[in-house]
């Protein structure tokens, strides 16, 4: 199996190909993206070669839609011509080409870095069977457009941007999200009102959702402590880094429940009440993690978003020793009452889903902030 997947990993790179799982988008990939990103799939209308990313994303949508020849302009004329003369030469159809993508895999780019006269993008994709496939594509400008090159194929610093985990070698954890269900018309609103709106902003960048980390072994069992986890590598669905705890002036990434950073939790409004009441908390006697992340930008890492349907999210990170950990959990997408009577300029509708309620959001400065902006509304 481990052959296969080296074959298949080698045999992409040979041809140029990074594998990214597209979606319909009107991205047009701007040189201000933060990584990691997930590529979108743009129309031939859209390919404008003005970055890297566009022109990534333009290479892989020419693949998804079966077009030959859109597929020859995101290269160099060198790689152009090495492209054909290896296809000719080995007796094989250019077309094969189009088996190199699969909508199925999860694809991101998750890092850019400028290399001699061009960028590096490294790209990361996880197969439907688990399997983690990592690799650099280069880009140089030619004739002021992006194309991607093969130029620097066979650097020996580019190896170090390759790796391939298989599913085996990932260490699997528990993992619990709060709350389970998250509100369509809550975000909806805010997306449609925070550019107008500071107050409606500035909720949306502080309000976050809970998560729990425990129960870390590999395929033979062996146990691993959250411990060992590096806070800094922990992404939900591998894109959205944690919002850090706040405690007067500290911040932090993530905390241990039974350790000796307890006493950062136990100052938290709520936190001792939830705590003896915690299902999770009471089955594993490990230590259990605990991150947050923003929960307007956790839903923006959905797919398109149905009322009354269950989404699967994924937690990764690595563990100090470089091991990979990875794990799901679901939560369901809810919408409001047709007869509901928020109004989006008022407040009351920011916490309709009682965020601010919860203990993990309970931060004197945030809280101080809703109650002024509350009564400055009552006005």
Same mark, same amino acid.
């Not at 405690?247 to 001792?272: D, Q």
């Given at each position: 199996?481990?052959?296969?997947?080296?074959?298949?990993?080698?045999?992409?790179?040979?041809?140029?190909?990074?594998?990214?799982? /597209?979606?319909?988008?009107?991205?047009?990939?701007? =040189?201000?993206?933060?990584?990691?990103?997930?590529?979108?799939?743009?129309?031939? =209308?859209?390919? /404008?070669?003005?970055?890297?990313?566009?022109?990534?994303?333009?290479?892989?949508?020419?693949?998804?839609?079966?077009?030959?020849?859109?597929?020859?302009?995101?290269?160099?004329?060198?790689?152009?011509?090495? %492209?054909?003369?290896?296809?000719?030469?080995?007796?094989?159809?250019?077309?094969?080409?189009?088996? +190199?993508?699969?909508?199925?895999?999860?694809?991101?780019?998750?890092?850019?870095?400028?290399? *001699?006269?061009?960028?590096?993008?490294?790209?990361?994709?996880?197969?439907?069977?688990?399997?983690?496939?990592?690799?650099?594509?280069?880009?140089?400008?030619?004739?002021? /457009?992006? *194309?991607?090159?093969?130029?620097? %194929?066979?650097?020996?610093?580019?190896?170090?941007?390759?790796?391939?985990?298989?599913?085996?070698?990932?260490?699997?954890?528990?993992?619990?999200?709060?709350?389970?269900?998250?509100?369509?018309?809550?975000?909806?609103?805010?997306?449609?009102?925070?550019?107008?709106?500071?107050?409606?902003?500035?909720?949306?960048?502080?309000?976050?959702?809970?998560? +729990?980390?425990?129960?870390?072994?590999? %395929?033979?069992?062996?146990?691993?402590?959250?411990?060992?986890?590096?806070?800094?590598?922990?992404?939900?669905?591998?894109?959205?880094?944690?919002?850090?705890?706040?405690?007067?002036?500290?911040?932090?990434?993530?905390?241990?429940?039974?350790?000796?950073?307890?006493?950062?939790?136990?100052?938290?409004?709520?936190?001792?009440?939830?705590?003896?009441? %915690?299902?999770? /908390?009471?089955?594993?006697?490990?230590?259990?993690?605990?991150?947050?992340?923003?929960?307007?930008?956790? +839903?923006?890492?959905?797919?398109?978003? =149905?009322?009354?349907?269950?989404?699967?999210?994924?937690?990764?990170?690595?563990?100090?020793?470089?091991?990979?950990?990875?794990?799901?959990?679901?939560?369901?997408?809810?919408?409001?009452?047709?007869?509901?009577?928020?109004?989006?300029?008022?407040?009351?509708?920011?916490n309709s889903e009682k965020d601010i309620d919860n203990w993990w959001n309970k931060e004197n400065?945030?809280?101080?902030?809703?109650?002024?902006?509350?009564?400055?509304?009552?006005?």
């Amino acid at each position: 199996m481990r052959t296969a997947q080296v074959m298949k990993f080698k045999c992409i790179w040979i041809f140029f190909c990074i594998l990214i799982v /597209l979606l319909v988008s009107k991205n047009t990939y701007s =040189s201000e993206s933060s990584y990691p990103i997930k590529l979108e799939r743009i129309d031939k =209308s859209q390919a /404008l070669y003005n970055t890297p990313e566009n022109t990534l994303a333009a290479k892989i949508s020419a693949l998804l839609s079966k077009d030959l020849e859109w597929f020859y302009e995101t290269l160099t004329k060198e790689a152009v011509s090495i %492209n054909k003369k290896l296809f000719k030469e080995a007796g094989l159809d250019p077309g094969k080409k189009f088996d +190199m993508v699969d909508e199925s895999d999860k694809n991101f780019i998750i890092d850019k870095i400028p290399y *001699k006269n061009g960028v590096i993008l490294v790209g990361k994709m996880v197969v439907k069977d688990g399997s983690i496939l990592i690799g650099p594509a280069v880009f140089i400008k030619e004739d002021g /457009l992006w *194309k991607q090159t093969i130029e620097y %194929n066979t650097d020996e610093e580019l190896e170090k941007y390759r790796d391939l985990i298989m599913p085996e070698e990932i260490i699997s954890s528990t993992i619990k999200i709060y709350p389970k269900r998250w509100n369509l018309n809550w975000y909806n609103w805010i997306k449609e009102y925070m550019e107008d709106k500071e107050w409606i902003e500035q909720f949306a960048e502080r309000v976050s959702i809970l998560c +729990m980390i425990t129960n870390l072994k590999d %395929n033979q069992g062996t146990p691993y402590s959250v411990k060992e986890i590096v806070p800094e590598t922990i992404l939900l669905n591998y894109l959205l880094h944690p919002q850090p705890w706040r405690f007067n002036s500290e911040e932090k990434v993530a905390l241990i429940v039974k350790s000796k950073k307890n006493r950062y939790l136990k100052e938290r409004k709520g936190f001792k009440e939830w705590h003896h009441t %915690n299902e999770l /908390l009471k089955k594993y006697k490990s230590p259990v993690m605990l991150v947050k992340f923003n929960k307007f930008k956790a +839903m923006e890492t959905l797919p398109e978003m =149905s009322p009354g349907k269950e989404y699967e999210l994924t937690l990764s990170g690595e563990l100090k020793n470089g091991k990979r950990f990875k794990g799901t959990t679901k939560i369901i997408i809810t919408g409001w009452n047709a007869k509901h009577r928020w109004k989006w300029n008022h407040p009351d509708w920011l916490n309709s889903e009682k965020d601010i309620d919860n203990w993990w959001n309970k931060e004197n400065d945030f809280e101080d902030w809703w109650k002024k902006t509350i009564k400055k509304h009552e006005r």
